[in-house]
């Protein structure tokens, strides 16, 4: 498991604090006056002009495998990420399981569909491929650079403004960050990615993870 190499440190150092650091802040204090979606979709579009400059990057990367080889991993992950969500769902709000899929059957199908399309795959973009294929020699190793990716995607979420969402991600991103390197498969962190954030809507978390969740941790 490596990172990779790229040239020129100090402008690498600039673009990462940007978009890492600079990008989080400045979404948290302008939050609720965009939609939210198109900045996700743009941020992943510049990161794409970003990887196609980077040497040794190549567009067929971004669909690169192997997933179903790594079932042993989707199925622990599901299984970890299902319990975690159940536990904050009974213990803050158990009022909500199940909210949507059982009042709000059409938005429910709607998320299954769009989430890991609209969301999850170019958070992958900018998340996993950006950061570790442009940004990964600013790291002395993969471990580090795997801790450090955790902390950007939950400060990623600091525009949510609760605990919950931000260690959740933190904790999520941490573990889909790991699981990209093992063979630099873009897919296979989508997928975790994907159902994490539909197990989230599903059993009732949807609350911490949309515009509506500012400040809404108990």
């Not at 009042?103 to 900018?126: D, F, G, K």
């Not at 650079?145 to 959740?168: D, K, P, Q, R, S």
């Not at 093992?182 to 949309?210: C, D, E, K, M, P």
């Given at each position: 498991?490596?990172?990779?190499?790229?040239?020129?440190?100090?402008?690498?150092?600039?673009?990462?604090?940007?978009?890492?650091?600079?990008?989080?802040?400045?979404m948290?204090?302008?939050?609720?006056?965009?939609?939210?979606?198109?900045?996700?979709?743009?941020?992943?579009?510049?990161?794409?002009?970003?990887?196609?400059i980077?040497?040794g990057?190549?567009?067929?990367?971004l669909?690169?495998?192997?997933?179903?080889?790594?079932?042993?991993?989707i199925?622990?992950?599901?299984?970890?990420?299902?319990?975690?969500c159940?536990?904050?769902?009974?213990?803050?709000i158990?009022?909500r399981?199940?909210?949507?899929?059982?009042?709000?059957?059409?938005?429910?199908?709607?998320?299954?569909?769009?989430?890991?399309?609209?969301?999850?795959?170019?958070?992958e973009?900018?998340?996993r491929?950006?950061?570790?294929?442009?940004?990964?020699?600013?790291f002395?190793?993969?471990?580090?650079?795997?801790?450090?990716?955790?902390?950007?995607?939950?400060?990623?979420?600091?525009?949510?403004?609760?605990w919950?969402?931000?260690?959740?991600?933190g904790?999520?991103?941490?573990?889909?960050?790991?699981?990209?390197?093992?063979n630099?498969?873009?897919l296979l962190?989508?997928?975790?990615?994907?159902?994490?954030?539909?197990?989230i809507f599903?059993?009732?978390?949807?609350i911490?993870?949309?515009?509506?969740?500012?400040?809404?941790?108990?």
């Amino acid at each position: 498991m490596t990172i990779a190499a790229s040239p020129n440190r100090a402008r690498l150092l600039v673009e990462f604090a940007a978009l890492f650091v600079s990008v989080p802040l400045l979404m948290t204090a302008t939050f609720g006056m965009y939609p939210l979606f198109p900045v996700i979709i743009g941020l992943a579009g510049l990161s794409c002009i970003l990887l196609h400059i980077t040497p040794g990057w190549e567009w067929k990367m971004l669909r690169a495998g192997p997933v179903l080889g790594e079932w042993r991993i989707i199925l622990l992950y599901v299984l970890a990420t299902l319990a975690t969500c159940l536990a904050v769902v009974f213990i803050n709000i158990p009022e909500r399981f199940l909210e949507i899929p059982l009042n709000r059957t059409a938005l429910w199908v709607m998320i299954m569909v769009l989430y890991p399309l609209v969301s999850a795959y170019p958070q992958e973009i900018i998340f996993r491929s950006l950061f570790f294929e442009r940004y990964g020699v600013l790291f002395p190793n993969a471990w580090v650079g795997i801790i450090v990716n955790g902390a950007a995607f939950g400060f990623g979420h600091l525009f949510y403004e609760n605990w919950i969402t931000i260690a959740m991600t933190g904790c999520g991103g941490t573990i889909m960050a790991w699981a990209y390197l093992r063979n630099r498969s873009v897919l296979l962190a989508w997928v975790l990615h994907s159902l994490a954030g539909q197990i989230i809507f599903t059993v009732g978390l949807g609350i911490y993870f949309y515009h509506g969740a500012v400040g809404s941790a108990p």
